[in-house]
């Protein structure tokens, strides 16, 4: 009895000792995180404990700083011995060689691990602190006779075999055991990766099959999709290889008088391609659209194909109860599965019950100017502003007539085509009509693309390169535009194609003068006259305001007077083509730009981002919303080269009009410069002053002049001061300089 007590008083002293032993390792954990080395230690003393910050007060300050300079970092270590050995008091186990191992080994530890600390700090890789006294003795000892790399060999062992003491575990079955874990892995790996591959391959033998089975479909099928061919309308006359730029024997079109017109032989013979329709191609494409439509709920059938020389047109009759958007929106997923470039769902086609597949060709055909240049389109059209843009997706001809647009505006991306189609529109203009029928401004503040042109007769002014004289250029168009109003005002005509018919008829016209009387005009033809703007970007950037008050001056009015504008741009953005500009250009062309945004900029629609570049483009004309895909006529450099130097050949020298470019009054109130005045002016200047009064009747009769050269020098005369303005009677301008 009495040996039972004292084995139950023993094993609760070994419970209580155990539970003080694990709270002092708390409390020992909590004074070596908390060390501050300002507090009391061994090297300090202090009686305020207030001063201590360490959470254990001046004994936990005191511990941790002995633990600190005996192990350094390491120091950390102790708390875990302690906490293994009040642990085995709690759980009553006995110290045996077992237990005594595990505490030999987390000692070992904790002197390895002190040494290993004071070896970074001698070796000045230390980033915490150092192993203390203990570390800091044993390392230099180790290194003085092994040097570093034995010293860091010894720490490391030493850690080693305190792993293996204090947990059991064999180093070598732990070696043993990780390198079957990475066999293990790289065997699943290696059979994930064998796994992927027979799935890819099985796909693919699948894919194979399942083309074959659509290609043997497609011909034994007989509801294939009809293969549309639309025939080419008969072309006009065509040059032979043989005819030169140099030699112009005939010319093949011929203007009504005047200036020659260019022949065809000045461009390139066109070789036609002789590859014919990819048929078997057409029905797979088609049954893969279906099955692929089908695959996404889509039913429905393709019950014509229209091939063109750039893309193929695919129609697409749904079946009853799909939804148009539904396809729409299956564009990306049927790219992919044609491994296409881009393509394009017009939904629906207009005028149609069916959805539009725009698919590119494999092989893309080129269209080229002389091709629309002899066609009977172009050939039979009786506009001087005849275009030709190019070929439309059936491999028709496409021409446009700027005088019905009236204006065009042009938009793309760097490299869609832009700067190419407008080359072929300004050289289907050089084709159709004589420097008497047809003027040009050009504008290119990029000084690349119409700097081929300069030296033409068909142009007003030297091609425009300084945005802030562009502005100046377009309000002389808008002075023109009022002054041609008013002269079509007094011949009682409503447009310019009627006041040429009437001078043609009679040039000699009977009015009222300003004095009341009677009298005889000579009137002259009008010529149209066409501004062509390269980059409108940058007239913007610089005279925003200027340039687009005078261009929407000469949009809304212009049409009438013969004035009509080609704006192009390659910045398809708000700042640029604002709205007012857009309102007043019902034609639009746009080519590939980058975003939808930019598409909806220009069109007021989505589809000109999946167009395919290189002359691509969608046209809409004026009288019709319905969207036009054109693929542009093509004229290479070397052509416009000759086509410019047969120009100058035959038409000499350009009569330039420098007035254009000048403002009407300087801020001194006088004017640029006597070199702009016209060789009469000084000679009307002094009829007029001895008159005492002046009038354009009075200059035409005195000086046997035409009637707009008159009303010019009276114009200028005003701006100059020399005349007053008219008082809107029939009397005549009152002279404000004395007689010369």
């Known amino acids: 009895m009495a040996r039972k007590d004292t084995k139950e008083a023993h094993?609760?002293?070994?419970?209580?000792?155990?539970?003080?032993?694990?709270?002092?390792?708390?409390?020992?954990?909590?004074?070596?995180?908390?060390?501050?080395?300002?507090?009391?230690?061994?090297?300090?003393?202090?009686?305020?404990?207030?001063?201590?910050?360490?959470?254990?007060?001046i004994v936990g300050a005191y511990i941790s700083d002995l633990s600190l300079q005996l192990f350094g970092s390491a120091s950390f270590i102790i708390p875990l011995i302690t906490t293994v050995i009040g642990i085995s008091l709690l759980l009553k186990k006995k110290i045996n060689i077992k237990q005594a191992r595990k505490l030999t080994g987390l000692v070992m530890l904790l002197i390895s691990t002190a040494i290993l600390f004071s070896l970074f700090k001698l070796s000045g890789l230390s980033f915490l602190k150092s192993g203390g006294f203990v570390g800091d003795l044993v390392a230099t000892t180790?290194?003085?006779?092994?040097?570093?790399?034995?010293?860091?060999?010894f720490a490391t062992v030493g850690i080693?075999?305190?792993?293996?003491?204090?947990?059991?575990?064999?180093?070598?079955?732990?070696?043993?055991?990780?390198?079957?874990?990475?066999?293990?892995?790289?065997?699943?790996?290696?059979?994930?990766v064998k796994d992927i591959l027979s799935k890819y391959i099985e796909r693919h033998k699948r894919l194979r099959e399942t083309r074959q089975q659509i290609k043997q479909e497609a011909v034994k099928k007989k509801s294939s999709p009809t293969i549309i061919v639309e025939p080419k309308k008969a072309e006009g006359k065509k040059n032979t290889p043989k005819e030169t730029q140099e030699d112009f024997p005939f010319m093949d079109l011929e203007a009504k008088e005047g200036m020659p017109l260019p022949p065809t032989s000045l461009l390139d013979a066109v070789e036609k391609s002789e590859q014919g329709i990819d048929k078997e191609s057409i029905l797979m494409n088609s049954r893969i659209l279906e099955k692929k439509l089908r695959d996404f709920g889509v039913d429905g059938e393709i019950k014509e194909v229209h091939p063109g020389p750039v893309i193929t047109m695919y129609e697409f009759v749904p079946a009853p109860g799909v939804k148009v958007n539904k396809i729409v929106n299956l564009t990306d997923d049927l790219t992919m599965a044609l491994s296409a470039i881009s393509i394009r769902i017009v939904a629906p086609i207009p005028g149609k019950a069916v959805v539009g597949i725009e698919i590119p060709n494999k092989t893309r055909e080129t269209v080229h100017f002389k091709e629309i240049l002899c066609s009977e389109e172009f050939s039979k059209s009786k506009s001087l502003l005849t275009l030709a843009l190019g070929e439309d997706i059936a491999g028709q001809t496409l021409v446009a007539d700027l005088a019905k647009m009236p204006h065009l505006l042009v938009a793309g991306a760097t490299g869609a085509g832009k700067s190419v189609s407008v080359n072929s529109m300004i050289c289907s203009i050089l084709y159709k009509a004589t420097p008497e029928d047809v003027r040009l401004i050009m504008v290119d503040p990029k000084m690349l693309e119409f700097s081929i042109y300069d030296g033409i007769p068909h142009l007003l002014l030297p091609v425009v390169t300084d945005p802030k004289k562009a502005a100046l250029a377009l309000r002389w168009g808008v002075s023109e535009m009022e002054r041609r109003y008013k002269l079509l005002a007094e011949t009682g005509v409503k447009n310019i194609t009627s006041f040429n018919q009437l001078v043609e008829k009679n040039p000699v016209f009977t009015r009222i003068n300003e004095d009341g009387e009677e009298e005889e005009v000579t009137l002259e033809k009008l010529p149209y006259i066409v501004i062509v703007i390269d980059e409108?970007?940058?007239?913007?950037?610089?005279?925003?305001?200027?340039?687009?008050?005078?261009?929407?001056?000469?949009?809304?009015m212009a049409r009438a007077s013969g004035i009509h504008l080609i704006l192009a741009t390659q910045r398809p953005s708000v700042d640029v083509i604002t709205g007012i500009i857009k309102a007043n250009f019902p034609a639009r062309i746009s080519f590939q730009v980058s975003?939808?945004?930019?598409?909806?900029?220009?069109?007021?629609?989505?589809?000109?981002?999946?167009?395919?570049?290189?002359?691509?483009?969608l046209f809409m004309s004026g009288g019709a919303s319905k969207l036009i895909r054109v693929h542009g006529a093509?004229?290479?450099?070397?052509?416009?080269?000759?086509?410019?130097?047969?120009?100058?050949?035959?038409?000499?020298?350009?009569?330039?009009?420098?007035?254009?470019?000048?403002?009407?009054?300087?801020?001194?109130?006088?004017?640029?410069?006597?070199?702009?005045?016209?060789?009469?002016?000084?000679?009307?200047?002094?009829?007029?002053?001895?008159?005492?009064?002046?009038?354009?009747?009075?200059?035409?009769?005195?000086?046997?002049?035409?009637?707009?050269?008159?009303?010019?020098?009276?114009?200028?005369?005003?701006?100059?001061?020399?005349?007053g303005p008219s008082d809107g009677t029939s009397k005549g301008r009152e002279v404000l300089i004395s007689s010369l």
Do not use: W
């Open 160 to 192: 080693a075999l305190s792993f293996m003491l204090s947990t059991g575990i064999s180093i070598v079955h732990v070696t043993r055991g990780s390198l079957k874990a990475l066999l293990s892995l790289t065997k699943k790996s290696l059979r994930a």
């Open 595 to 617: 975003s939808k945004i930019d598409s909806r900029t220009v069109l007021d629609t989505n589809g000109a981002e999946s167009l395919l570049g290189s002359g691509d483009m």
């Open 536 to 556: 409108l970007a940058d007239l913007m950037m610089v005279a925003s305001k200027e340039v687009e008050e005078s261009i929407t001056r000469l949009a809304q």
């Open 11 to 57: 094993s609760i002293l070994e419970e209580t000792i155990g539970m003080l032993v694990v709270a002092a390792s708390l409390f020992y954990v909590v004074t070596l995180f908390t060390h501050n080395p300002s507090d009391p230690s061994l090297n300090s003393y202090t009686t305020d404990s207030k001063e201590v910050s360490n959470l254990g007060g």
């Open 142 to 153: 180790l290194s003085q006779y092994i040097n570093y790399a034995g010293a860091y060999l």
């Open 634 to 723: 093509f004229i290479s450099e070397a052509e416009t080269h000759r086509i410019v130097k047969f120009l100058k050949k035959v038409g000499g020298q350009p009569e330039y009009d420098e007035t254009i470019l000048k403002p009407k009054q300087e801020e001194n109130g006088g004017v640029e410069g006597d070199e702009e005045y016209d060789e009469k002016y000084d000679e009307a200047v002094a009829i007029v002053s001895d008159a005492g009064t002046a009038s354009i009747s009075m200059i035409q009769r005195r000086m046997r002049i035409g009637y707009n050269r008159a009303a010019r020098m009276i114009e200028r005369m005003e701006e100059e001061g020399v005349v």
